[in-house]
């Protein structure tokens, strides 16, 4: 069993920048693929962004490529989101999310993912 504690997330302001933290129980933790996912009220949960277990390669959703970095730290059992630039489109609440198989490759769809964190609300104000 995985757990994942999210943290970080608050109210910004347009332009400003928050970093998110997701901690990570479980002795495998450094064979996960770890992703970010974010979910809008009234809308559905959108991948965001994703690292593999060795963390050699990453994948962002479009809206966010160039603003926001994800990285881990494998010996901390800790995954990052670090959120530039922001803007009130990405309001949202943020979720860590862990797929279990060890891949090379970091993969979007939400039922990949076998455990899931609680969230954390950011909110940016324009």
């Known amino acids: 069993q995985v757990q994942l504690v999210e943290s970080g997330g608050g109210l910004v302001q347009a332009g400003d920048s928050l970093r998110l933290s997701c901690a990570a129980s479980?002795?495998?933790?450094?064979?996960?693929?770890m992703g970010w996912f974010r979910q809008a009220r009234g809308k559905e949960r959108e991948f965001v962004a994703g690292i593999n277990w060795g963390g050699s390669a990453t994948r962002y959703e479009d809206s966010v490529k160039g603003r926001f970095t994800i990285s881990r730290d494998n010996a901390k059992s800790m995954v990052y989101l670090q959120m530039n630039s922001l803007k009130s489109e990405d309001t949202a609440v943020y979720y860590c999310?862990?797929?279990?198989?060890?891949?090379?490759?970091?993969?979007?769809?939400?039922?990949?993912?076998?455990?899931w964190g609680q969230g954390t609300q950011v909110t940016v104000s324009s």
């Open positions: 999310a862990a797929d279990q198989r060890r891949l090379p490759i970091v993969t979007t769809a939400s039922g990949s993912y076998d455990y």
């Open positions: 479980g002795r495998t933790f450094s064979s996960y693929v």
